[in-house]
């Protein structure tokens, strides 16, 4: 196949462009040279130009597939789904489990309701308007494509390359080992995938010429946050303490979901974040890798980034997510001297 990727330099993108060319496919990757300006795999066509008004780089090419890794706004993705539907044979969206309206049901399915833009809402992502605007996105790609169009919603991402650091924070503060700040309650369930995992499958529907919409998150099994945490542990060869602090008490102290405890959703009013049923794309083929794989091959780029941030910087990476260890002892303190009250 001649595939277009749209981004491709950074995460999943990435994955996806080294695996296609791994696989014997032709690959073109568009994008602005700002993410991963040096970036270039061998065989790959790198075409450098901004999706946004500048697609008039792309020339006349055709490919039989574009996947858009980086679609946000949906007057963006009408540009590039309307240019394209006649060059290419099938246009893979990667959207987002977000786009379904609050509270997104416990075992949703990709029938649930969608979520509404806010009256108003300027072209920005912000918590609100980034699962609607993912969800227009959907419907200007399948405008255009119809049966054609492949739309994927992952929750989580992680793996080697996650910029965004959320699943790195866990290994990180695992390596440290000791008491640490665990969010909630053991039992409650989190979902993640591993971006090379989620590569493989999106291109295998690509190759078996699918279509439709999808939920990609796993793993296949329930994972609990205290399994994850003591598989993590174990994995890494590290010892450790949760302390399990009450959703309502980590709340009121002003404590980020998924942001400063990464994985972490409350229960109450979100709990379906982390239990989307992702039963289609398991008969679809979606296959997940062991935990203990992602654990580890993450933490082996966290250490490359860092000794690269070093080098190339002079400073440690400067992390995007987690807490930081002066708050999370400062917490750790005031949950124990209340629970010892």
Known sequence: MRI???GGSLFLGRHMAELALARGHEVSLFHRGKSNPGYAPTGAEVIHGNRDGGLDALGESCWDAVVDTCGYFPRIVRQSAQTLKSRVSRYLFVSSISVYAEPIPVGATEDAP??????????TITGETYGPYKAICEQEVLQAFGERALIVRPG?????????????????RLQQGGRLLAPGKPQDPVQFIDGRDLA?????????????VYHATGPEDTLSM????????ESLGTQIEPVWAEETWLLEREVAPYME??????????????????????????????LAETLRDTAAFIEEREAWSLQERGVSWKWRAGLDSVREDKLLAEWEQMRNA
């Open 226 to 233: 205290g399994s994850f945490l003591r598989a993590g542990a």
């Open 114 to 123: 969608l979520g509404q833009l806010p009256d108003g809402a300027e072209e």
């Open 156 to 172: 989580l991402i992680v793996g080697p390359r996650d910029p965004s650091d959320r699943f790195s924070y866990w290994i990180r």
């Open 261 to 290: 405890l990464p994985l972490w959703v409350p229960q109450e009013g979100y709990a379906g974040h982390n239990r989307v049923n992702c039963r289609l794309a398991i008969e679809a083929g979606l296959r997940f890798r062991p």
């Open 200 to 212: 493989e499958w999106c291109l295998d529907l690509l190759e078996r010429q699918c279509g439709g």
């Open 4 to 6: 277009l990727i749209l």
